[in-house]
């Protein structure tokens, strides 16, 4: 417990923790103090010198920036003195010298109009109501609660600067700053991203970036977090500028597996206009990302689907509710066992999830159900058996405190983009970043020591990092020789990793794997994160269990302290849901397996059915299985960009040989095109809800925002039409209902009840009311040892026959920033847009091969895409083209394509086969140089 | 007027953009011949004015890759300092004391006159690309005053017409 001291505040004694600031003492006592450049979560800055006091402590009577004085014993803290009161407004009034100010100390402020008549001769421009932040304004309200008097001596002084108005998602207009520095210090304190800075000094200090260039090259993430922080309307999202909130709701963001708890605010035409990050968030502290804070956009889009659509001939045409669900269950009942399939999508709640499975299992007597971001499986049930939980041992901000990292194939800056702050912010106070990965992603850019193995041999590289770690005898013996089985099994199996085959089949030099091996250990024990995007899925399985056993002897999962321990990094939103769900082919709810014979029983006696045993298709095998017949109805619920991106083979195209394709979505696209019913879907923001995310914390959604249209959740329509074909227990009146079913199947889920999730986020595993939240499961209590998986020396992989049609592969990684290359911000229809030359990677000896030389203009040519740039000869891997773009650059195409809900098509970045195209050798000039 | 305007509008601030190897390069070794115990932003940026006279563009970004800082804080912290320009300076610079003592000793007559031999109005670049006049806020010289310096050489007890028949000398 920290060490509490008692000061007093406004007379009265509060307790107050040792090394805080007097403003959050009286803060947290329920004083107010006013403040404008101070924020939770921020280190004290004192640059307004609003929060000033008078305190009577060690130095005698002062009057202080309370913001910037820690407690101390036996203070004597007056926040509201005549006196105070007076400078507060001085200070004031020197602040909004340069702000327009003709409206904040108006008596009549609230009942302005922009159109009225003024008698204080305020300009149309410069009234409140005319400001995007009017009803949010942390200015305006300081100056009311000050009670300013009318007028302030000073006159007021307007910067006239031109908005910046051209960059993605963000407006700026500068002559509202009132250069609090929030914004700059969210961006370095928090993000760790430096985008933005104080530029200039003296009274033209200002904010802004380098040279006065655009976010898209200053290495923005388009976060949003200086938006949130700013207390005046000088940053603002562009999206519904003018908009006002009505109501807030809170939620959780179903764009990615963290799992942010949002704010959502709705106006009175109930469309959703803003999404603000939850400063109490468990999983984000207040923290977004571009997907979480623009994202969300599609909830209100003109194009959602809003009636069914029914199949007559070669067109849908629109029917009503009732009849699009008899006609789709009077087919289906046609199509039970296991010729059908069902597959949900990560982005559905729970009870979606719960409930699709339990149709697809009871109502169609197939195990085939899967969800559309199910393609790396192998991520989860190694951690099951090795240590008892087929999820993250910690939760996401432990990683805070952790020593050292070692991150394990994953873009987790874009796909899990909240989850690397606090891995930014540990390294800023000297933790260690190891990153294997063959792309370049941000997070190499932050790392101590980026390992690039040859594809294929991540399991080869982390098994030599294991054999130094034994031979060195850097592993925790204390740990290894009191908690933990096959210890011995295991260590035989290391003398297969001799380091010299490990780097001829890595590519990675001895010296550094050992420094690999130290850097993990000797500042450890630390956490390891994996994504494995860039590992073929035969590898899998073996790289997951590497990992474990590296966790293990290092006693990262022993200690079950913040800091250590396993994080899966998957992809989609619930897929953790999804698996406790059993909304996955190979287990039912609560992780037992589909042909374990007591959970078999058990179903059975609960949902009086008799459950299909066979292990059913996922979404990896099921193109196939839909190409063979063997398939021949299917349950779409979503949209994903996995149909059409080829990781699941040509789907899109094998959806046409269906005998009947049920498609329940938001938007029409290539899949409900070719469906015989279509089924308005609601979204997260229609349904109340509960989500899991990647560090298996159970939260709510709320209903913020009612339907327009015929759409409804998955849950209630496959409830009815399981009605329909006749099956009982789909009778659910609410979702609260569905998850009441759900506490009582999953054990894990058992204490949950919604009462408990109101309050915030509770993790599993949760099987009493009365259970506390534990951050690491794994080992707790456990009287099972923990066992090490001998791991075996992998194949090497054979070379890829140089006259396939894609010989080589492409690694393709994306930064946020590369300053030392070439760019231009052009300005095209008043957006800015990145014009820049990318380069190609190709290894000296390929070149030499295909007959390259640097500066050559070549296409780099995939079954999907073709990327054009220039060579250089620097790849360090014999085979792989590798190639580094900006986030940026994505990000427009993203934010100008036509599709409403884009966030979606972010994509993932996995290694791709393919071949060289030469357009032209390089200019004569150039060859001159 | 405001940095963040200013620096838009610097006369051909865009040409900076045009990428440039040798520049780079003579960058690169600019930053990387510091010797001092501790290399930081500000030290490379000096390392940099010394060498060009002048920051360029392409020096906020190789700067900011050498030190690890991000761009927009390399530029935070050139855009602080006064002494620190980003347009090349002109061939000659002249650098005007006008310090209390200069001030007394008649310091407001020599830049005016000066100015106006330089055709400009106050402190800037002359067209013609000869000078550059800058104003000083002591040149240390006070015993000597009114001092200017043309070329960082130092001269005392001038007039303003002296000072004209030096410029226009150059």
Redesign the interface.
């Known amino acids: 417990m920290p060490e509490h001291i008692t000061i007093e505040i406004d007379g009265t004694k509060v307790q107050a923790e040792a090394g805080t600031n007097v403003l959050q003492a009286a803060m947290d006592a329920g004083v107010y103090v006013p403040y404008l450049c101070y924020y939770p979560g921020m280190k004290s800055f004192g640059a307004c010198r609003m929060c000033v006091v008078e305190i009577d402590g060690p130095r005698g009577t002062e009057t202080a920036a309370s913001c910037t004085v820690p407690v101390g014993p036996d203070m004597v803290v007056r926040t509201r003195t005549d006196d105070v009161q007076d400078l507060r407004r001085n200070i004031m009034d020197l602040l909004i010298s340069e702000h327009p100010h003709g409206c904040l100390n108006c008596h009549r402020v609230d009942l302005c109009g922009p159109q009225d008549i003024c008698l204080r001769h305020v300009g149309v421009n410069d009234r409140c109501v005319t400001c995007p932040k009017n009803e949010r304004c942390e200015l305006k309200d300081t100056v009311r609660w000050l009670e300013m008097e009318l007028d302030t001596e000073l006159t007021y002084n307007n910067r006239h600067l031109p908005q910046q108005v051209n960059d993605p998602f963000w407006d700026m207009d500068l002559n509202l700053c009132i250069v609090c520095g929030r914004c700059v210090r969210a961006c370095d304190e928090i993000r760790g991203d430096n985008a933005l800075a104080f530029v200039d000094r003296g009274g033209k200090g200002l904010i802004g970036t380098s040279i006065g260039t655009s976010l898209l090259e200053s290495g923005c993430e388009f976060c949003g977090a200086c938006i949130d922080v700013c207390p005046t309307g000088a940053l603002v999202e562009r999206d519904h500028k003018w908009d006002k909130a009505v109501t807030t709701y809170q939620s959780t963001c179903n764009n990615c597996a963290v799992g942010c708890q949002v704010k959502l605010e709705v106006d009175k035409r109930n469309q959703l206009i803003r999404t603000i990050g939850d400063l109490h968030g468990a999983p984000n502290q207040g923290q977004l990302c571009v997907k979480g804070k623009f994202g969300l956009e599609y909830v209100n889009d003109k194009r959602r689907l809003r009636t069914p659509l029914i199949r007559r001939g070669e067109d849908l045409e629109e029917t009503t509710l009732t009849s699009a669900l008899d006609f789709a269950a009077a087919e289906l009942a046609k199509y039970r066992g296991e010729g059908f399939a069902l597959i949900a999508s990560p982005r559905h709640a729970n009870e979606d999830l719960y409930i699709a499975q339990k149709f697809s299992r009871v109502v169609m007597e197939s195990n085939n159900v899967d969800v559309s971001s199910n393609l790396r499986p192998e991520l989860f049930p190694a951690l099951g058996e090795m240590l008892g939980y087929p999820a993250a041992t910690n939760t996401i901000w432990d990683l805070e405190l952790a020593k050292s990292f070692l991150v394990v194939s994953s873009n987790m800056t874009e796909e899990q983009n909240v989850t690397a702050i606090p891995i930014k912010k540990a390294l800023k106070t000297g933790a260690k970043l190891l990153v294997i990965d063959q792309r370049e992603t941000e997070l190499t850019r932050y790392a101590d020591l980026w390992l690039r193995p040859r594809p294929g041999t991540e399991t080869a590289l982390i098994g030599g990092m294991l054999r130094v770690i034994v031979d060195e005898s850097l592993d925790d013996h204390e740990f290894l020789s009191k908690g933990v089985n096959g210890v011995t099994d295991f260590k035989n199996s290391l003398w297969e990793f001799d380091l010299m085959q490990v780097e001829q089949i890595t590519s990675i030099s001895r010296e550094q794997i050992q420094q690999a091996a130290r850097i993990f250990v000797e500042n450890g024990p630390g956490a390891i994160l994996y994504g494995l995007e860039t590992v073929e899925p035969v590898d899998r399985d073996a790289c997951v269990r590497s990992l474990i056993d590296l966790a293990i002897i290092t006693g990262s999962v022993a200690k079950q302290a913040a800091g250590t321990g396993l994080y899966p990094l998957y992809a989609g939103a619930n897929e953790q849901g999804a698996r406790d769900m059993g909304c996955v082919p190979s287990h039912l709810p609560g992780h037992s397996l589909v042909n374990e014979e007591s959970a078999i029983d058990r179903f059975n006696r609960e949902w009086a059915t008799v459950l299909p045993s066979n292990p059913g298709v996922g979404v990896r095998e099921i193109t196939e299985k839909i190409t063979s017949g063997q398939i021949e109805a299917m349950f779409l619920l979503g949209n994903s960009e996995n149909f059409k991106n080829g990781t699941m083979g040509e789907f899109i195209d094998a959806l046409g040989d269906l005998k009947f394709l049920v498609v329940a979505d938001t938007f029409a696209s290539e899949i409900t095109e070719v469906a015989d019913v279509v089924l308005p879907a609601a979204t997260f923001a229609e349904e109340q809800g509960t989500f899991t995310n990647m560090e298996r914390r159970v939260q709510l959604t709320q209903r913020a925002i009612t339907a327009k249209g015929e759409e409804d959740s998955a849950w209630r329509i496959l409830g009815q039409i399981a009605r329909r074909i006749g099956v009982n227990g789909f009778d659910h009146p609410n979702s609260e209902d569905v998850f009441e079913e759900i506490r009582g199947m999953v054990a894990l889920y058992g204490g949950i009840t919604h009462e408990r999730l109101a309050k915030g986020g509770v993790q599993w595993p949760c099987p009493a009311i009365d259970t506390s939240e534990s951050s690491a499961p794994h080992t707790e209590g456990s009287q099972d040892k923990l066992s090490l998986t001998p791991i075996e020396f992998p194949e090497p992989q054979g070379e890829i026959d140089p006259s396939s049609e894609y010989p080589l592969t492409l690694a393709h990684g994306r930064v946020l920033r590369e300053p030392d290359r070439k760019m231009e911000i052009d300005l095209v229809d008043k957006r800015n847009i990145i014009v820049r030359e990318e380069i190609l990677e190709v290894h000296p000896e390929d070149a030499l091969v295909l007959g390259l030389s640097v500066g050559d203009v070549i296409d780099v040519v995939s079954e999907r895409e073709r990327i054009r740039g220039v060579v250089d000869t620097t790849s360090p891997l014999k085979g792989v083209v590798s190639t580094t773009t900006l986030f940026g650059s994505r990000l427009l195409d993203i934010n100008q394509g036509a599709t409403p809900d884009p966030m979606i098509e972010f994509g993932a970045l996995p290694l791709i086969p393919v071949r060289i195209e030469k357009v032209a050798a390089q200019p004569i000039e150039a060859a001159a140089d | 007027m ?4 200013k ?2 509008a610097i006369p051909g ?1 865009r040409d900076l ?1 045009v ?1 440039n190897e040798d520049l780079r390069d003579r960058i690169r070794q600019a930053i990387k011949r510091q010797e001092r115990p501790t290399v930081t932003v500000l030290s490379s940026l000096l390392a940099t004015q010394d060498e060009f006279g002048y920051i360029p ?1 392409e020096a ?3 700067i ?2 050498y030190t690890g ?8 912290v050139a ?4 002494n620190f320009q ?1 347009t090349e300076p002109n061939e000659h610079v002249i650098e005007i004391c006008w310090g209390p003592s200069c001030h007394i000793m008649g310091a407001p007559e020599i830049i005016e006159e000066a100015a106006e031999v330089l055709g400009i109005e106050g402190e800037g670049d002359s067209v013609d690309g000869k000078g550059t006049l800058r104003y000083n806020t002591c040149l240390g010289a006070c015993a000597r005053a009114p001092v200017i310096s043309i070329d960082h050489q130092l001269y005392g007890r001038m007039t303003a017409k002296k000072a004209v028949e030096k410029i226009k000398s150059l």
């Open positions: 405001l940095c963040f305007v620096n838009f601030a953009t990428a563009r906020i970004e190789e900011a890759v800082a991000s761009t927009n804080d390399v530029w935070g855009s602080f300092y006064k980003f």
